[in-house]
């Protein structure tokens, strides 16, 4: 069954309640591991801290939480130079447009959503500059949504043959988004196709050490069951987001 977004915890305030969250989650994680004779060491959580404010984060690397997933750059670079008296590990895994290489390359630790050369162009351009590698991992639009970003699974292969050029640049894997459904069926295709790509890229010597990041709040078991290496969690351990523009309030708390 898939856990349904209503499930999730509400909005941790301390960092004890960020670390019974991420206990829940983990405990989740382990659970889909054992199912599919996998040890959970191999596969990293990333908590997703996309309009979380600035406090909630300080409590959260309280309860232990050094990795961040960011969706925009402007937000992330912002909070990076804010919160940079910490030691956490940032990592845009949204949509990047050219004009935001700079930027990127400046912070980043990881940048999990290429899917054009002239975005790598520009990274490599200016990361060159700065003196810097940065781990990548190439989107792909399993689901064929045309809401999503993401290289067509046709065009995989010769993309990442491509990317050799752009020395700063290190492939370290392939990321997706499953397809926005309840059909646990049509979201496993997602996360085969996915690991197929993983393997033809590994024989061919052209995804690093063949990474998957895929699986989100709602699904990660099931990508977990499919290869996932890395899970990208927001809701489940920052508590449900408010709607856009809203301010970022916690749901009341039950007894």
């Known amino acids: 069954m898939i856990p349904s977004p209503h499930d999730a915890p509400a909005a941790p305030i301390t960092p004890e309640d960020f670390a019974r969250n991420l206990a829940a989650v983990r405990s989740r994680l382990e659970a889909a ?23 909630r984060l300080r409590a959260a690397v309280a309860a232990g939480i050094t990795q961040m997933g960011e969706n925009k750059v402007q937000e992330a670079r912002r909070k ?69 970003f993401g290289l067509e699974p046709a065009d995989v292969p010769a993309f990442l043959a491509a990317l050799p050029v ?41 995804v690093g050490d063949g990474q998957l990041s895929m699986g989100m709040s709602g699904d990660f078991e099931i990508a977990i069951e499919e290869g996932s290496t890395c899970v990208r969690v927001g809701q ?15 749901e009341p708390r039950r007894a």
């Open 236 to 250: 489940a351990i920052f508590g449900a987001r408010p709607a856009t523009g809203a301010q970022y309030w916690p």
């Open 80 to 148: 990076s130079e804010n919160l940079a008296d910490l030691p956490i590990h940032w990592a845009l895994i949204g949509h990047l447009q050219t004009n935001k290489a700079r930027d990127a390359a400046a912070f980043a630790h990881e940048f999990q959503a290429l899917d054009s050369l002239r975005v790598a162009e520009a990274l490599d351009r200016r990361l060159q500059a700065l003196g810097r590698p940065l781990d990548v991992y190439v989107q792909v639009n399993s689901s064929g949504e045309a809401s999503k």
């Open 166 to 206: 752009y020395s700063s640049l290190r492939v370290r894997g392939l990321m997706t988004l499953a397809a926005r459904t309840d059909d646990a069926a049509r979201i496993r295709a997602c996360f085969t196709t996915m690991r197929e790509l993983r393997d033809a890229g590994l024989q061919a010597g052209a």
């Open 33 to 55: 591991a054992e199912r599919a004779g996998r040890e959970a060491r191999e596969i990293r959580l990333l908590p997703v801290s996309k309009t979380v404010p600035e406090d």
